[in-house]
């Protein structure tokens, strides 16, 4: 018999055909005892992810999501904006059996699967933000960036979103997780993480090969009150998506995990690792951690 099984993707952009039905052919393949983490960015569209909810659910013992960014553009979507777009993927979680909060999984080894809920601080926030400024280019990424296109927030809301978003895991944060965490989240924790090298050495190069010189990724990647919140979980492993580019790190106790499906462009290009478009299994009952 096959053991229960921890498997992680994000960002798997269905609404490229290739991605969903890649998916779909993997979640066929006898899954009907792991839980699922699909860590946002999987479609704007409702209709499509109600599809995707009621496929991966049939095939699934439990299907766990955070919505990333975009799902929460309100274009196509027939909400007046992203904040009522987000308590409508709630509640369709909620009809479909998706889970938005803490599970606890396994028989014998036993693992908690905790969400954090997040958004990103921009450079207004320097306390949490995961800004680096790049000295050589204008930044243009407010005319550039999709989030601030097609992403529509009601004029009265408290901000920073990213604290909004945070807020709301504070209620199971105040839990004793007696088990192994695996926390996830959609945007990144760590400014470290945005860089495949050293932030000196990812500068130098980036001031030489920047093939985006006028777009700051930094301003729109993330939040360190996710760091803090994972840290006040007791994370083992703690996955998140958004940026594409796929890593393990391992900083003071914490495995961080990218597993991003990513576009199919970026998997030829090699942006993407092609063996990404499937789930990564990250933990099981008869071993544990995997990773
Ligand atoms: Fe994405
Ligand atoms: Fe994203």
Redesign the pocket.
Known sequence: MIPSRVWVIS?IHIDYQENFDRLLEFAARRHHSDALIVA??ATDRLDRLEALFRELTEQFLHVLFVP???ELWVRRSGHDDSLKKFHAIKALCRETGVKMEPLLMGQYQKVWLVPLLSWYDDKDQPEHSLYVEKDYAEDRTDEMWGDFIHARWPADLAQPLARLFADQNEGFLQREFQHPVISFS??LPRQDLIFHKPLADAMALARKFDPLPEFNFSRVAGSYRIEEQLRRLGSRLHVY??QHRNRQRHIEGVTYLSHCMGYPKERQRGHVPADAIEPLCVWRDDTGFTI
């Open positions: 960002d946002g960015d990333g960014n975009h959609h945007f998506g958004h």
